[in-house]
């Protein structure tokens, strides 16, 4: 085993060895480029060193050898009087994890060393401050010294020569802080300050090794769930400075411009300045492009290896470098960070240079960034008043006057012509109509996955949820947030994508589907297997979702048509019938709203399957929860409120998610899926006749026994019967996957079922118990403290609710090959989760419109993975 | 394959092929016990007419071989006028259908024939008389003729003769109903009579086969889940008559007395009397013993018959005999049905006579039969006036006086020392006071796993659930079912076993655990290799289930112990705490209480183990829901009725089943859990000293994920850390396995838990989504349209839920062979599922102590099926 690698050693390759950071540095050297010259002790001796608590044997022995070699590439030499080396000691792991660990610079300073490097540059000041910097560092990050003591030495000294800027002290200045800073150290640690460089070096590495283990590292690697990392390699490298003068500077850049991805040299330079007074800001840097005029020979340069990276690497590279004396280093490169209207822009114009393949231009994009391009977006320059910041529910800005009722939202939209934001304790199927009214939906309670934030992301619509901070009187039409009050009629602002609340109107960007985008989008559906289809239930959601590249819809909810206010005075004539001559009565009345219904999404979905899911929701959510609703339909239908009443209690369930719904309601009362069935034809049978190919799917929701489905597949069969001679499209009949139990016996529903979808969001719901409306008093604490590594209705959990899926997929296919088997559930728009869905071998996901595109390219990505 | 086989031709292992009957009728002729001779067509005659739609090639002729060997054998022939040949033709599948297909008697017998008979018997009005019930049975089994038709014609007769018996009618007149009967047949058919008896004889024969296919039959089959069966054989056998005079005869007997099960010649005869005069009861018959008097060679020849077939079956017979003209045939034998008590008498006394083996003796014994000897039952010649009937939801009869509230239950039993029954619409767990003090409970509404079912069963007190025909007024004090009216203070009686509610006092019997009931557990425990042990919640409870052969206890519920009025005062101030010291605070007066609680059990369950749950429900449950108990509340705690509210409010829970319990609470309130733990090791530490051996297991539930019960299992023992060296006994720390998502992954918590107990209720309720407070909306309807062919509360799921549970077992020994795996569920004491448990590998069950026995019987029947 090779413990330290000199970077002319070591390539891009060995990451895993060298950290990220070193073997970038490696493979620089290897191209040729110039980079200060030294060395990487690998991550295995982190590795060795914690499990032998101690370093391993023949380890002190290589880095004598290697600190000899890089003496002798430098001709500079640890403790030198005339010449010394100067180093730096960064920590790299194989993955990044900015700022998590230790790095010291400076290294080799002492009162001998100082001397000589003032010699050579003849900038005492300079060389002070390096000095005083290094002890400091050392002091902080190996010695364990408290920062706060040494930056107490420096505004004392500062005050007492009526100073403000580090700048103004003197060469004089900065050499007595060096003594005082000796002086701190020898008083913490009770030795003096350690002169001799190879001590330094030896002490700095194992504090960077040390710091492996440290606190914010740990935290930081459980929380972004990193793990199977050795340890943290560490790099040894020369110093060079960018403030030794005119001929000096440092600067960063991208290969490319990172917030529009345009093909043109980015980034920024100051002349006679060190990295981090780039970062800093106290000096303004100039643009790169005016590096052209100043030191012309450095910008081309700059250019050729700009050049040379983005040809070697074929990705945008963010990297730094530093001009000493006017000699050009490169000191870092690595994958630029971009937004992602510039990564779809790079990746699309790699692939046109031939850079890249298409298959490696749909790998570099993050599917998740995808959503910001899909909704509006607030002025990134525009003033915003802040007022309160709740969960980022559903993506996407939004700017309305606010209303505290569904019946308001409605009303105003339609008949006032406002915009308006609807602003609720928490939503319920009722309050739909307002939800699709309005702009921007806020609620005080309820988490990413309450009823607001579900109906909202699936019909695009901003939503903040669970913003505990403001408290919502809808009696008195306001709500406070501290001492600010928010009355009805109020404009506020809304961020979906951050869960910002904003106080007046913030203007906003509309989202394009530009032309990189829609490339972009047109590759990955060539080359994914999985089908995409969309959670739709008007035509306008199934128009915006074809526009965004759904092959169908996976999932027709019929019940949210049942809301609409022309149309709910039926239903619940329906509900409250005393026997089923007065139900198919009402049912009657429902069947040609229904059938509308069905044609416009039938003509929206043109050619393309719509899988229609028959009523689902217990019946009582159909009814009027509140004394006055309730008196008003009593009025109505003419019954008295207490009878009204008395039904509404009988209907009343303790568990409603596990009551009496889907097929459960099919089977005791048919004639609801009898007429729904119906209205399902009869719309195919009509727009047939205008030329539309409808391609309807009956889905039956709730199934956990095999009988549940035998029986009420034969009962509509027989309902279709009566059109045969008039159907001339092909239709399906199908199974939701809701239950576990329905998983366990998927072979057995597979034998008469054309397709089975998993409703993952029950799924889970019921694997792990957890019913969505009421996890809110411990989710956040399991996530918290990591007893849930994420959110199961967000990305499918693979180990438990998984392995239903995987079961359920080989079971059915075993028993029949041709059926279809899909997800329809919230995390079908998840790339995690649409990755999955490929690997067990789904046929398609269906997710929110405004996922689509999400889905596509994670479903691209998944394939060219499964390739590799 | 043979077609047909004589009576002496077979034997009774070909049950499969010539059916119950067949193969037993063959079997006496074998053991050479007089039976009036025949043969029996096969089932695969039957199955091949079907398959066919016709009988298989050369089966006619094989008939007409064998009726020829009869012919031969008995001397007699088809259409002899002499000598005429008479058979019976009958159905006899392998699996008993009582009733549910046809027979012809008197077959053969046509105008010529009769006359022969008549010369041969000279009795001239059994022979019409015959001759008119062929015709009529033939006419209706064979013809498909109305009954009604025939019963019309003998009604005009009499009433034309002024006759109401049919005994008063003369030969001619039976004669001349012939001759009408004759014409029906022609009216009805447009064909005559047929004359021919080898055409009745094939008719007859077709009749039966098709028989197998009809509506009652298919119906029977289907209800009692009968499969698998190839079809009927047809027993055809020679006519003996018990009415040809006063050496004629005819009886049925059990070998042994079935209502005691005393060795005891047992049953009643008529003498001069057809088969079903003894059954139709207008004449009343004879003791068997008396018979020894009239006729005592045939008596000496019953006595040895039956000796020769207990010997030989080795089971308690039922059999018919007819006495012709002085000598004795049998006509049918079978294992005979038995009380309860007989059946344990019976497997008993058969050992000790050593005629069946100890596992003999315990295979004859029906678990679900020793239910009826666990509780007080009605005695059966008392009158009782029923009044409603309800689900037979927890066994056993009770008498009390009615009362309306469990506190009024609580307060009349223990100040007024009066026996009540509670009369609720449903129960909830506030009222479990007032349910332990009462007799027995009756509600209006809920199934048989409401909340009054579960707890009534696991106290073993009698419940009537879910009786829809009483309303129940609280607030009046009564109740109603039509116009009776039930007052509070009057006498009710109710019988658990057959839901019926009685109006005033029945008297009942004690039940007794008698010497063979003794007998027969130990026999069991000996057998049996699956442990059986109780679902206990005080030392009461586990006192009576330890009697009854529990081996421990496999769940003791904290949550009941919380309902103490003199505790939920404390309950309810930790639930309302404003902090952890707030909660703390109450926990701490609530030790005392636990510790007590834990300390009797242990002294009951001495050395046996004691599974302890940690707190479970969700925390609402144990706050107010009325108003004025709310009001009374606030008082008491000193808050406002609006902050209590307000509390109750945010706790309230859309579906509490999936919602903040179980381990859900002991992570997110450790403070509570780790009371518990305190209180179950100080008690042990207590009851040590005594001498008692306590053997704990702490049980965490409703665990989904690993590390819910690693993180739980760290902590809890950091709180038993602190009483390591007092502790002198061994404990365990396990789970419950109610989520799918737990079962899924048993094999990540098998690394670390002890114990992994299958909550069978959940489990059911969350692989269905059968919320078990709300089935009643369409449980009995797919129980009734077999959608489900049996309650998956009632009798494990093995397909769906079985599958989860078999994946536990296999999944969590492999990873740890010694964890424990068991069940706890309301299935832990149902025979099927007991078996079901046994044979995935279960090592325990637990159910409430009523239903220890019948545990311990199926545990030893399994055990001795798998060894066959």
């Not at 525009?382 to 559903?394: F, H, M, N, R, T």
């Not at 001492?483 to 009805?488: A, H, P």
């Amino acid at each position: 085993m090779q413990y330290i690698y000199a970077f002319k050693e070591g390539d891009r390759s060995m990451k895993d060895t060298l950290g990220g950071k070193g073997a970038n540095l490696a493979e620089m050297t290897k191209l040729g480029i110039p980079v200060p010259q030294g060395f990487t002790i690998t991550t295995e001796v982190c590795d060795l060193y914690f499990k032998k608590n101690g370093y391993p044997e023949g380890y002190k022995d290589t880095l004598e050898k290697y600190v000899e070699g890089l003496e002798e590439e430098t001709g500079k030499q640890f403790g030198n009087k005339e010449n010394p080396l100067l180093v730096s000691v960064r920590s790299g792991a194989a993955i990044s994890m900015p700022g998590m660990m230790d790095t010291v610079l400076n290294l080799g300073l002492n009162d001998e060393t100082v001397k000589g490097l003032i010699a050579k540059t003849g900038n005492e000041r300079f060389c002070y401050d390096a000095y005083r910097r290094f002890i400091q560092m050392f002091g902080n990050v190996v010695l364990g010294i408290d920062h706060d003591l040494f930056e107490a030495k420096l505004e004392s000294l500062k005050e007492s020569k009526g100073i403000t800027n580090d700048v103004d002290l003197s060469a004089k200045d900065l050499e007595k802080l060096v003594a005082e800073f000796k002086e701190i150290v020898k008083k913490q640690t009770g030795e003096p300050f350690p002169e001799d460089p190879k001590k330094q070096l030896d002490m700095s590495i194992e504090a960077v090794f040390k710091s492996w283990h440290n606190q914010r590292a740990v935290t930081y690697r459980k929380l972004n769930n990193i793990t199977g990392l050795r340890g943290t390699a560490v790099n040894v490298q020369t110093m060079v400075f960018g403030n030794m003068g005119e001929n000096s500077g440092t600067g960063v850049a991208f290969t490319r411009d990172p917030s529009t991805g345009t093909n043109e040299f980015y980034g920024e330079y100051l002349i006679n300045a060190q990295g981090e007074d780039v970062v800093a800001g106290i000096r303004t840097p100039n643009e790169i492009k005016t590096l052209k005029e100043q030191m012309p020979k450095i910008y081309d340069e700059l250019l050729n290896i700009r050049k040379n990276l983005e040809n070697h690497y074929k990705e945008m590279q963010d990297v730094e470098f530093t001009i000493e004396e006017g000699k050009l280093y490169m000191l870092q490169t690595r994958n630029g960070k971009r937004t992602a209207a510039a990564a779809l822009k790079i990746a699309v114009d790699m692939f046109k240079e031939g850079l890249i393949t298409k298959e490696e231009a749909l790998m570099r994009i993050d599917p998740d960034q995808l959503n910001h391009l899909l909704h509006p977006m607030l002025d990134p320059n525009a003033e915003k008043d802040v007022i309160a910041k709740g969960l980022p529910a559903s993506p996407g800005a939004a700017v309305g006057k606010v209303v505290f009722s569904a019946d308001d939202a409605y009303e105003w939209t339609n008949e006032k012509d406002e915009k308006v934001i609807l602003v609720r304790k928490e939503t319920s199927p009722e309050d739909i109509h307002g939800m699709h009214a309005a702009q921007g939906i806020l609620t005080s309670t309820g988490g990413m996955t309450s009823h607001a934030a579900v109906v909202a992301r699936g019909m695009g619509t901003s939503c903040v949820a669970g913003c505990s901070e403001i408290r919502v009187d809808a009696q008195a039409k306001k709500f406070t947030v501290g001492d600010v009050t928010v009355n009805e009629g109020e404009y506020i602002t809304l961020d979906g994508s951050t869960g910002e609340v904003i106080l007046g109107q913030v203007p906003t960007i509309k989202p394009e589907l530009t032309g990189d985008f829609r490339e972009i989008l047109n590759w990955a559906k060539d080359i994914k297997t999985l089908g995409v289809r969309t959670n739709a239930d008007t035509p306008r959601d199934s128009k915006v979702a074809r526009e965004f590249g759904a092959e169908g819809i996976g999932l027709c909810r019929t019940e949210h048509m049942f809301f609409d206010e022309t149309r709910i005075k039926n239903v619940r004539e329906m509900i409250l019938a005393k026997d089923e001559a007065g139900r198919r009565k009402a049912l009657a009345k429902l069947k040609p709203n229904q059938k509308e219904d069905f044609a416009g999404i039938y003509r929206a979905m043109d050619g393309l399957p719509v899988t229609i899911r028959l009523l689902d929701p217990p019946l009582h959510e159909f009814l009027p929860q509140k004394d006055v609703q309730i008196e008003e339909l009593a009025n109505e239908i003419g019954v008295s409120v207490e009878e009204l009443k008395a039904k509404i209690v009988s209907l009343h369930e303790m568990n409603p998610m596990l009551g009496h719904r889907g097929c459960r309601l099919g089977l005791t009362y048919p004639e609801i899926y009898e007429m729904q069935v119906q209205a399902i034809i009869e719309a195919g049978i009509e727009v047939s006749k205008e030329g539309v190919v409808p391609i309807p799917e009956i889905e039956i929701p709730l199934v956990s026994t095999f009988k549940e489905f035998e029986r009420l597949r034969i009962r509509l069969e027989t309902v279709i019967d009566k059109y045969r001679d008039q159907i001339n499209f092909e239709y399906k009949m199908g199974t939701m996957i809701e239950t576990p139990r329905a998983a366990l016996i998927a072979d057995q529903i597979a034998e008469t079922a054309d397709f089975m979808s998993f409703g993952t969001n029950d799924l889970t719901q019921m694997s792990y118990g957890f019913s969505r409306d009421d996890i809110g008093k411990f989710l956040p604490i399991y996530l918290d403290t990591c007893i849930l590594e994420a959110d199961p209705f967000e990305t499918i959990d693979q180990e438990g609710v998984g392995q239903l899926m995987k079961w359920t997929v080989k079971k059915g296919k075993e028993v029949n090959p041709h059926v279809d088997v899909a997800i329809c559930g919230e995390q079908g728009g998840e790339p995690k989760s649409v990755e999955f869905c490929h690997n067990i071998g789904l046929d398609y996901v269906s997710c929110s419109p405004f996922r689509v595109p999400i889905a596509v390219l994670s479903a691209a990505q998944a394939k060219i993975k499964e390739g590799k």
